[in-house]
């Protein structure tokens, strides 16, 4: 049922498929994450601009990537800019609402001590609010991550030079449901979601040893 | 390697002035009459006492607290630590120069203890070494054992010591004034009562100037120089010292806040130290026992106190199972009244006393050497008032006294 064949003659393709996945992936994921992170900080700042910034983030996320890719064409090409965009606005909506509530979570009495001990606003921000924001933020990049890993997949539809794994998945249905071809993406690529998974689950674990730590024996 | 040692607390305690302090979360509201958060509060706090802001909930004393480190600014009126207005000050600054605790704390959850300790130290930029040399000396202070403490997290902690930890944060970077809102509201009573001991006994050593806040009127007298009773909507009803509180009221609400058993309370502002004692007739082991029970019949008590060799009280002989020849031995002696010192607050000696079914306690010194007894008559009489609380009493002083 699978063609052996084929798959040792591809390697080569299958990894540099593979890794160009993980680039168009991790671009999208970081700019993503680079105006999500400004658009919190507004939001956070002044409270009135969340709910237009949140709305907005989510009226795009519910935009047909097709649709958008053919909107974007007649833009910016057959570019990887074309590829990014659609991937960059769908981590928006994850991204912002995650490092908002992250903000939001951090308790009230240590910001007012914060405040009393006397730190700047961007000293409260950087030294206190981020810090504790973190592991909200690291569960957003998760989800995020793992989203646009399946999302990648169809950039293929622009043009043979993106789409990643998904590539396979595309051509491998293009010459009639050609399994093999088709498993040599989709495999790869699940593969990559569970790995990007748990990488931030490590991740996150490592960066905040404080989350962790829990009880040990309650003394007075 | 060599730890920069940091300057013990040469600076100086501040005072605070609250000059005719007003706040109103809703100025439309007040122009209309209704009371504001604070009103019209004026008071001084001396440098180096604890000032305690006191009264029931939503009195404006959290209000009252946070205009001097400027969380909340005053609506009119100013606030003067040692002479300057601190409106005038940068606020960030300012804070800085003030310790800061509160009920929930605060701890910075992400960081070590040790970290949390040195927040101020890392505001104003001191050396690493010096941060982390000054955080181990502060949990000392507090006592948690820096080597236990230092790199563990507030959640890894029990109340007492995340309350203890909020103190020694405060104190980092040697404040001149602390402003401390309700500190010890949120912990058991016994680990409270514990962290009040402690705290009088760091305030005795440091000297600070303290802003007390509490809804307890128990603690504003245990733990004020100075009690500022509060009324809803903002008036200060009456700012003395506890003594003065509890023995005459300014006011019904003043009367009714300390409550009906204020004498009572009155013992637990008295100490030992403070009473006329009484002499008592006493005896070292294996002196004459004929000579000793001859000088019990001249006494009004019909007991002998008996002292070891070092004067230290072993218990009481009554005068009846003295024998006549031979010497005294310590067998003869029957259990004790209870052993109080200088310090003990008459509330406690009385306590103690009335547990153990005696009329009369022992007040011994540091080395646990008789200085003399204390009887139920003599702490009624110092609750008496034209009771003298000077005139202590020449106690007996020593074996054949
Ligand atoms: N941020 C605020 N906005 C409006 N009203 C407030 C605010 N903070 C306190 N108040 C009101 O001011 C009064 C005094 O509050 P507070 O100083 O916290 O009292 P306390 O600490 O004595 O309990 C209360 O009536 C309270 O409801
Ligand atoms: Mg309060």
Redesign the pocket.
């Known amino acids: 049922m699978i063609d052996w064949g084929w798959l040792a003659g591809h390697l080569d393709a299958i990894a540099y498929r593979t890794a160009q996945h993980v680039y168009l992936a991790a671009l999208g994921v970081a700019i993503g994450f680079a105006i999500s992170f400004v658009l919190a900080l507004v939001a956070a700042r002044h409270r009135a601009l969340y709910p237009p910034i949140s709305a907005l983030a989510g009226i795009l996320y519910t935009i047909p990537s097709l649709a958008l890719f053919a909107a974007l064409i007649s833009i910016t090409g057959f570019s990887v800019v074309t590829a990014e965009v659609p991937l960059v606005l769908y981590t928006l909506v994850i991204l912002v609402r995650n490092i908002v509530a992250g903000l939001d979570g951090v308790p009230a009495e240590v910001l007012e001590a914060a405040d009393g001990m006397g730190h700047t606003r961007r000293q409260r921000l950087w030294r206190v609010e981020l810090p504790l924001a973190v592991p909200l933020i690291v569960a957003g990049l998760r989800l995020a991550t793992v989203s646009t890993i399946g999302l990648v997949t169809i950039t293929g539809t622009i043009s043979d030079a993106f789409g990643g794994l998904g590539y396979f998945i595309l051509d491998g249905y293009n010459r009639g449901n050609f399994l093999t071809e088709m498993y040599a993406g989709a495999f790869p690529s699940i593969l990559l979601a569970l790995g990007a998974d748990l990488l931030f689950v490590r991740a996150q674990r490592r960066v905040t040893p404080w989350a962790n730590a829990r009880t040990v024996e309650a003394t007075s | 390697m060599p730890q920069q040692m940091p300057e013990q607390a040469a600076r100086r305690a501040a005072i605070v002035q609250y000059e005719h302090v007003s ?1 109103s ?2 100025t439309a509201k007040l122009r209309r009459g209704a009371p ?3 009103n019209d509060l004026s008071l001084t706090v001396p440098a180096g006492k604890i000032c305690v ?1 006191v ?12 205009m001097v480190n400027r969380l ?1 600014e005053p609506t009119s009126g100013r606030i003067l630590i040692d002479g300057a207005d601190v409106a005038d000050r940068d606020a960030t600054e300012l804070r800085r120069e003030i310790g800061y605790v509160i009920q929930q704390v605060g701890l910075f959850p992400h960081q070590t203890i040790g970290a949390n300790v040195a927040v101020v130290p890392r505001l104003l930029g001191w050396p690493a070494a010096r941060q982390r040399a000054r955080a181990e000396e502060l949990l000392s202070l507090v006592g948690l054992d820096p080597a236990l403490y230092r790199d563990r997290y507030p959640a890894q902690l029990s109340g007492g010591e995340r309350q203890r930890v909020g103190v020694a944060r405060a104190l980092a970077a040697d404040p001149p004034l602390m402003l401390m ?2 500190p010890f509201g949120a912990v058991d009573p016994i680990v409270r009562e514990r962290l009040q001991n402690e705290f009088l006994r760091l305030q005795a050593e440091l000297a600070k100037t303290i802003l007390f ?1 509490t ?1 307890d009127i128990d603690e504003a007298i245990k733990l004020g120089d100075l009690v500022a009773v ?1 009324q ?1 909507g ?1 008036h200060l009803e009456q700012f003395a010292p506890p003594a003065e509180i509890l023995a005459a009221p300014a006011s019904e609400f003043v009367a009714d806040f300390v409550g009906a058993d204020r004498g009572l309370k009155r013992l637990s502002l008295t100490r030992v130290g403070e009473v006329a004692l009484q002499p008592v007739v006493t005896a070292r082991v294996g002196d004459p026992a004929g000579e000793a029970r001859a000088r019990t019949f001249e006494d009004p008590f019909p007991y002998l106190l008996l002292l070891d060799p070092s004067d230290r009280p072993i218990g009481w002989v009554n005068q009846r199972h003295i024998p006549g020849t031979g010497t005294l031995a310590a067998s003869l002696a029957t259990p004790m009244s209870p052993l109080l010192d200088r310090r003990t607050t008459l509330k406690d000696a009385l306590s103690m006393m009335l547990d153990a079914d005696v009329q009369t306690g022992i007040v011994v010194d540091r080395a646990g050497r008789l200085r003399g007894v204390l009887t139920v008559e003599a702490i009624a009489a110092a609750l008496r008032p034209s009771a003298d609380p000077d005139g202590i009493a020449a106690g007996a002083s020593g074996a054949g006294a």
């Open positions: 706040k979360y809703a504001g958060a604070v802001l009264g029931p909930s939503g009195c404006g004393k959290t209000t009252s607290l946070k909340i809102d309700e806040v809804h509060m809803v903002g």
